[in-house]
Each structure stands twice: as C-alpha cells, then as structure tokens.
C-alpha cells in the first residue's frame, strides 16, 4: 500500500494543538493524564469506553501521541516505546532465526552494538554496509536479499546523508523492508514514508520530545496491514514494553514546539557550522547544510527547511586539543544526547575509540539559545 498522503494542515498546525486534542471531561485546551491500568466493562461485560481493559495494550495517552506523531509523519499508524533502542528491539525482534539483515555501518554506537549481539544470539546473518553509497548498498540488497534493511539519515556522529528513496527501491526489488532512524532529522524535516521507508524509527528522547526529560522511542508505519506491524503490535502488548502515561503526555506537551524548536536548533546550527568552518583551529566540519558537505546536494533535495541539530567537527591538534577546548566550553553542557532544546556537546572518541571516530572530532547538539552566545563561546574555548 502506498503512503498516505501527508497532511493537509502544516506540521506546526498539527503539532501546536496537539493533533486538536482537548480535555473532553473540562474542556481544557490540555489533555488529560489517564493513570488507569485497568478500565470497566458495561452489564453485559462489553468494555465500556473505546474498547479499553488494560493499559497494557490500551494507553489513553500514549495513543493521543501515537495519533500526533502519525499525522507528523503522514503513516497509517504510529506506536510508542518506553525508549528508543525498545523501537530498534521491537522491529528486530519480528525477524525469524536464520534471517539476513542489512544494516548501514557507523550509525549510532548503541544500534550497532545491541543489533549485532541480538543477531549473533538468533542466528541471523547481518551485514553492515555504508548505505551512504547508494551503489554499494543497492549491489549488497541483491546479493543477499535481505528481509530487512535498516539506514539512519542523517547518521549520528558522521552526518551521513542516504538516499532513501532508491535504498526502498532495492529492498522492495529484493522482498524486504526498509526502516529508517529518522531520529536526527524528526518528520519536520523528512517524513521518510514518503521518500518509500516502510517505517520510520525515532529516538523520542531526543527531538521528538527535545526537553532532554522523557526517555521513548517510536515507530511510525506506511502500512498498517503489514505482517511485521501486526507481529510489532502484538508482541509490544503481550511482552509489555509500553510507555507510561506521564511520560507519554509529557512527550505529547514537549511535541507541540517541534517545528518551532527544529527551525531554530537548524538555523543555529548552520550558523554554528559555517562559524566553525572558519575557525583555523578546526581541520573539518561535519554538516549537511554546508555546501562543502559530501551529501549537501541529497540533503538539500531530501531535508525540507535546514539541515537538524547536530553537527560534528575535528578540532587540530587530535584528543588533548578537543578535550582542551570541551573543557573550556561554559554554555555547552558536557554530556551525551542531542535534540534538547541546550546545546551539548560530545567527544565520541572517549565514547567509541574503537570505531574509528577521529581522536579530534566533537559533536554538537545545537540548542535553541542564542546563536551568538553559541559561537561566542566556542570561539573562547577554540582559541580566537
Ligand atoms: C539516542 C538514539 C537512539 C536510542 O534511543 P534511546 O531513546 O536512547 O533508547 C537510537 N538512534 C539514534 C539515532 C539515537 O540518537
């Protein structure tokens, strides 16, 4: 089935009013919090309201967020975890022992690392390809036929840029499914559904709810009917990996700002990037809105309205030069995770040296402060 079509009202129609959720009790312009994990059924044991019995399978607030986010992205349907790696766990474990996966190299550590231990434990054969490259990743789709092939754009510490649309063609022509961590760029700046993903993954901990305050994950879907959903559906109900209401409205009030707070970390962080490629003491800037980018051309046509918050750059002078200039940083908060609306920032080496990460390259996640306050302070910690 194709994807529907998006929306007719704009992203930050839908999001600012909550997808036009309303208290139905008070007529409050909020929705409510519905702690109930178990619901009552009428005199002949019908259950009473929208077919609720127990929020293990029927979460009032984490459907409210699963209705916004579906419309964000224009899927037929969305559903929410209590993390982002229980969405990657969720989508992989459907796949049957003996399967072969297809899975883009140097994407977020954690992917790599659970996905490879996950496929050791089920006998099932991954291979890791720079789906960067769209002929590598198309030849290794027809040799090996994969169920399903798994790609993040932008990639996360290397601002890869994929090609979604011809990576679908090759899975499709070869029987299997693409999923696509769209984590960094959220549906505000490419709904993947439309470039032909199957599903979409985020991280909700990061853009989605950009507070830096809930941990969740999601997944969004082009077809509903689909076997892999429907095996998602139901084993997220039976084996229980469901977000909790609080953290489900919280997630929901913090999606209300996204397009607002993914313009401003954008136009921040091209500000930011074209700063740093500036800075004699920087070797290399890392960001897909700069026309010196490998994949700008594939960003500019894929990425609608900037380029996300995160940004990458190799400081001269390797590990005691990076490490020099984070520890002078004020406003940047030293600490993992992108996406909030403060800036942060990362020495992946510390974190993965062993992926061949440059000793000198720091990630930035870009806030929404001020973007002279930012460069300000990078420009003290960098040396002027
Ligand atoms: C953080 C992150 C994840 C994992 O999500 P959690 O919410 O931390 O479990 C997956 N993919 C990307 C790109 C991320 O940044």
Redesign the pocket.
């Given at each position: 089935m194709a994807p529907k079509n998006l929306d007719t009202l704009k992203p930050a129609t839908i999001a600012a009013q909550a997808g036009g959720l309303l208290d139905d009790a008070t007529g409050g312009v909020v929705p409510s919090i519905h702690p109930a994990t178990t619901f009552v059924r009428d005199e002949d044991y019908v259950p009473a309201v929208d077919g609720n019995v127990y929020s293990r399978s029927h979460a009032p607030n984490g459907r409210m967020v699963e209705g916004v986010l579906a419309r964000l992205e224009g899927a037929a349907d969305a559903m929410v975890f209590p993390?982002?790696?229980?969405?990657?766990a969720a989508v992989f474990r459907t796949l049957p022992a003996g399967a072969t996966v297809l899975v883009q190299s140097q994407?977020?550590w954690?992917?790599t690392a659970w996905i490879r231990a996950f496929c050791t434990r089920r006998d099932i054969t991954l291979i890791e390809v720079e789906a960067a490259d769209t002929d590598a990743f198309t030849a290794t789709c027809t040799a090996h036929k994969p169920a399903l092939a798994w790609i993040?754009t932008p990639?996360?510490p290397w601002l890869r840029i994929v090609d979604i649309a011809p990576c679908a063609e090759a899975v499709h022509a070869n029987g299997g499914l693409l999923v696509a961590?769209m984590?960094?760029a959220t549906p505000v700046l490419t709904p993947a559904l439309s470039f032909g993903a199957d599903i979409v993954?985020?991280?909700?901990?990061?853009g989605l709810n950009g507070h830096s305050d809930v941990?969740?994950?999601a997944l969004a879907v082009a077809d509903a009917s689909s076997a892999v959903w429907q095996a998602i559906r139901s084993d997220r109900d039976m084996a229980g990996a469901v977000l909790g209401p609080f953290e489900a409205w919280l997630l929901l009030r913090g999606m209300r700002t996204l397009p607002l707070r993914v313009e401003r970390m954008s136009s921040n962080a091209q500000k930011l990037a074209e700063y740093l490629s500036d800075h004699p003491a920087v070797e290399t800037v890392l960001y897909p809105g700069l026309p010196t980018h490998k994949g700008h051309t594939l960003a500019c046509a894929q990425m609608k309205g900037g380029f996300g918050p995160l940004l990458s750059f190799v400081v001269k002078g390797a590990a005691p030069a990076a490490l020099g200039a984070v520890a002078r940083l004020k406003l940047f908060h030293r600490a993992t995770?992108?996406?909030g609306v403060e800036s942060l920032v990362e020495h992946r080496h510390t974190i993965e040296p062993h992926t061949g990460i440059p000793e000198g390259l720091l990630r930035l996640s870009v806030g929404i402060e001020d973007a002279g306050d930012l460069a300000d302070d990078l420009g003290q910690a960098l040396g002027q």
């Amino acid at each position: 089935m194709a994807p529907k079509n998006l929306d007719t009202l704009k992203p930050a129609t839908i999001a600012a009013q909550a997808g036009g959720l309303l208290d139905d009790a008070t007529g409050g312009v909020v929705p409510s919090i519905h702690p109930a994990t178990t619901f009552v059924r009428d005199e002949d044991y019908v259950p009473a309201v929208d077919g609720n019995v127990y929020s293990r399978s029927h979460a009032p607030n984490g459907r409210m967020v699963e209705g916004v986010l579906a419309r964000l992205e224009g899927a037929a349907d969305a559903m929410v975890f209590p993390s982002g790696m229980a969405a990657v766990a969720a989508v992989f474990r459907t796949l049957p022992a003996g399967a072969t996966v297809l899975v883009q190299s140097q994407i977020y550590w954690g992917t790599t690392a659970w996905i490879r231990a996950f496929c050791t434990r089920r006998d099932i054969t991954l291979i890791e390809v720079e789906a960067a490259d769209t002929d590598a990743f198309t030849a290794t789709c027809t040799a090996h036929k994969p169920a399903l092939a798994w790609i993040e754009t932008p990639s996360n510490p290397w601002l890869r840029i994929v090609d979604i649309a011809p990576c679908a063609e090759a899975v499709h022509a070869n029987g299997g499914l693409l999923v696509a961590d769209m984590t960094t760029a959220t549906p505000v700046l490419t709904p993947a559904l439309s470039f032909g993903a199957d599903i979409v993954m985020h991280s909700a901990t990061k853009g989605l709810n950009g507070h830096s305050d809930v941990l969740a994950g999601a997944l969004a879907v082009a077809d509903a009917s689909s076997a892999v959903w429907q095996a998602i559906r139901s084993d997220r109900d039976m084996a229980g990996a469901v977000l909790g209401p609080f953290e489900a409205w919280l997630l929901l009030r913090g999606m209300r700002t996204l397009p607002l707070r993914v313009e401003r970390m954008s136009s921040n962080a091209q500000k930011l990037a074209e700063y740093l490629s500036d800075h004699p003491a920087v070797e290399t800037v890392l960001y897909p809105g700069l026309p010196t980018h490998k994949g700008h051309t594939l960003a500019c046509a894929q990425m609608k309205g900037g380029f996300g918050p995160l940004l990458s750059f190799v400081v001269k002078g390797a590990a005691p030069a990076a490490l020099g200039a984070v520890a002078r940083l004020k406003l940047f908060h030293r600490a993992t995770s992108l996406g909030g609306v403060e800036s942060l920032v990362e020495h992946r080496h510390t974190i993965e040296p062993h992926t061949g990460i440059p000793e000198g390259l720091l990630r930035l996640s870009v806030g929404i402060e001020d973007a002279g306050d930012l460069a300000d302070d990078l420009g003290q910690a960098l040396g002027q």
